[in-house]
């Protein structure tokens, strides 16, 4: 790594009407730096990465890049100022080739105003054997694994000439596979000069990808540390301003009648046979790679995707779930992995947000009971500790902890015996996770039955009663809580037992 700055940025303030979200924040990156950006949802990592991508203008302050003052007023003014952000949700585009999407809007082109697509074939070619992708220039996007398409991402920033490179929770949806081929990559554009600023909530990876890490709380700038220097208690509490003394948060108790049976699920496709038990108050872990089929079982018990074969009992009864609709009568509640593809209106209220799932309990005749709405509403704010200036405000507003606060609020309004969460911590800061878990170990204290599907093994291993192996659209084994670690259940996701 080298010791030349590459980008200040300095006092930087940003504003919007009631809220100073950037109050003179400073931060610093070397050239063929990895510089970690930490902080709680809300924290005003989002605002400063928006301030230099040219998203936002910031209200005070300045940034420099190579010791130079620079004016970014546009995302245009980022990018001619080798500045490119590559955000957590993918923003390609999926029915376009892989060339036509590094080239979007810069297409070269041939006799004044064909677009030459061999040039573009030709050099997304060469760029893509630079990395020794396996990927075509003549791929379609949709056709690529995500992180096939995170890759291209990284292809179409670094073909604007990226000197500075922005990563949002690059491994969110990667396979431990994948993690180790972005790792290489990342090395690789270290060594070549770039600075890479990372942002993630996984403290472990931070250790092994990053050199120093800033922290923000609140708006503000609180501190810098080198990675091998800095341990997790003092970060989080550099995070959160205080000792985070119960992260997991789980009082076990004595198993319970089941309350689900799947016997011998299959959806012609790829689950085959899959049988398990959820009990009443319990949280029953499902582990697995990426494509073991997880999710896909969730979708067929919430009626989102249909199964060809085998039996679902609730409360020892056998049923048949067609659609979502039947699964909340039957009391199943799914909150799905993909928040912004599945879960949120960014648009509406929040309020909308927690109540549109039981709205018809307002309705009188062609009146609407605000009086209840705003009770429920008022029920699940305050319960949860969701943090908003008002119920009027747009959840798309809100930080990505507090919105997924809103959608688990949403489920448990509709009172639900079994309450299946995917990735129920994904994106979330450490601070967050902490109140979700507090949050599900007071669900299964109360009677709920808790499904979690984590790629995070040590949240599975600490709030699970018990903990289903998936692999290849089959379970491999349901592991009991005593002597679970993280190497027995990677082992049966795997095969590799000896």
């Not at 799905?336 to 879960?343: F, N, Q, V």
């Not at 009971?369 to 704010?381: F, G, I, N, P």
């Not at 015996?417 to 995917?422: A, E, F, G, R």
């Amino acid at each position: 790594m080298s010791e030349s700055i590459l980008l200040e940025m300095n006092n930087i303030r940003k504003e919007f009407p009631g809220v100073v979200a950037l109050r003179d924040v400073s931060f610093q990156l070397r050239a063929g730096e990895v510089h970690a950006l930490l902080g709680e949802n809300g924290a005003g990592k989002s605002t400063l990465i928006k301030v230099l991508a040219g998203v936002y203008g910031a209200d005070g302050g300045e940034i420099r890049i190579n010791g130079k003052p620079v004016v970014i007023e546009s995302v245009l003014d980022a990018y001619k100022n080798g500045i490119s952000v590559i955000h957590q949700e993918l923003v390609l585009v999926p029915h376009m080739t892989v060339a036509e999407n590094i080239y979007l809007g810069r297409e070269p082109v041939a006799h004044g105003a064909i677009v030459d697509y061999e040039k573009m074939n030709r050099d997304a070619k060469a760029i893509l054997d630079s990395f020794e992708l396996d990927i075509a220039p003549e791929d379609r996007i949709a056709r690529l694994s995500i992180a096939q398409q995170q890759m291209v991402e990284i292809i179409k920033a670094l073909s604007f000439n990226a000197k500075i490179l922005v990563m949002d929770e690059p491994t969110s949806s990667l396979s431990e596979k994948d993690v180790v081929f972005l790792f290489d990559t990342i090395n690789k554009l270290r060594k070549s000069g770039v600075g890479i600023i990372y942002i993630s909530h996984r403290m472990s990876e931070l250790k092994q990808i990053t050199d120093r890490i800033t922290v923000l709380r609140d708006g503000e700038y609180i501190g810098t540390k080198d990675t091998a220097a800095a341990s997790n208690d003092e970060l989080i509490a550099m995070m959160v301003g205080r000792q985070l003394t119960k992260y997991y948060t789980r009082t076990f108790g004595e198993p319970q009648e089941p309350v689900l049976e799947v016997k011998n699920l299959s959806d012609g496709k790829l689950l085959n046979d899959v049988s398990f038990e959820l009990r009443r108050g319990e949280i029953l872990g499902f582990a697995g790679l990426v494509g073991a089929g997880r999710s896909e079982v969730m979708k067929c018990l919430f009626g989102i995707e249909p199964y060809a074969s085998g039996e679902i009992l609730v409360d020892g009864k056998p049923v048949r779930i067609n659609n979502p609709d039947a699964a909340m009568n039957l009391g199943i509640a799914l909150v799905p992995e993909s928040r912004k593809l599945e879960a949120v209106f960014p648009a509406q209220s929040v309020m909308f947000n927690i109540t549109i799932k039981v709205l018809k309990e307002f309705i009188r005749g062609v009146f609407v009971d605000k009086a209840k709405e705003l009770d429920v509403t008022r029920k699940y704010v305050d319960g949860m500790a969701i943090k908003t200036p008002s119920y009027a405000q747009l959840l798309g507003n809100l930080s990505g902890g507090n919105q997924q606060k809103v959608v688990i609020g949403r489920w448990l309004a509709t009172n639900p015996k079994i309450l299946i969460l995917d990735e129920p911590t994904k994106g979330v800061d450490v601070g967050a996770k902490a109140e979700i878990y507090a949050i599900m170990n007071d669900l299964a204290r109360q009677g709920v039955a808790i499904i979690m599907i984590s790629s995070e093994l040590p949240e599975v291993i600490n709030m699970s009663d018990r903990v289903v192996v998936m692999k290849s659209g089959q379970v491999a084994e349901c592991l009991p809580r005593e002597g679970l670690t993280q190497e027995k259940i990677m082992q049966h996701a795997t095969h590799l037992i000896g």
